[in-house]
């Protein structure tokens, strides 16, 4: 939703996209791209553009990729305890 009402994010989202296609670029931009966008996201201009839209700005702790992963995990363990007990299944 932030990119509908940012039109600069949303070309530079897709450059930059474009960009991390590339197998050997990937890798150097990754992290470039990540420290900007914590930076962006930290700012208070951005966050309270991101409130006004209904976003939750997550804590800069909780957006490293090992944050991420652990959390995953866990919802996944978590949530499959209670989809095996309610007995549901995939169609």
């Known amino acids: 939703m932030l990119f509908f009402q940012c039109p600069r994010l949303c070309k530079v ?17 990754r992290p470039k791209l990540r420290d900007a966008t914590d930076a962006a996201i930290s700012t208070p201009e951005i966050q309270e553009r991101l409130k006004k ?3 939750d700005v997550v804590p800069l702790e909780h957006r490293s990729q090992d944050y ?3 959390f995953v995990e866990n919802e996944i363990t978590k949530w499959a305890v209670m989809i095996k ?3 549901l299944t995939a169609e």
């Open 13 to 29: 989202a897709r450059i930059i996209g474009e960009k991390l296609r590339h197998r050997s670029e990937g890798p150097v931009l």
């Open 68 to 70: 991420l992963a652990k």
């Open 85 to 87: 007990a309610a007995g």
């Open 53 to 55: 839209i209904g976003a």
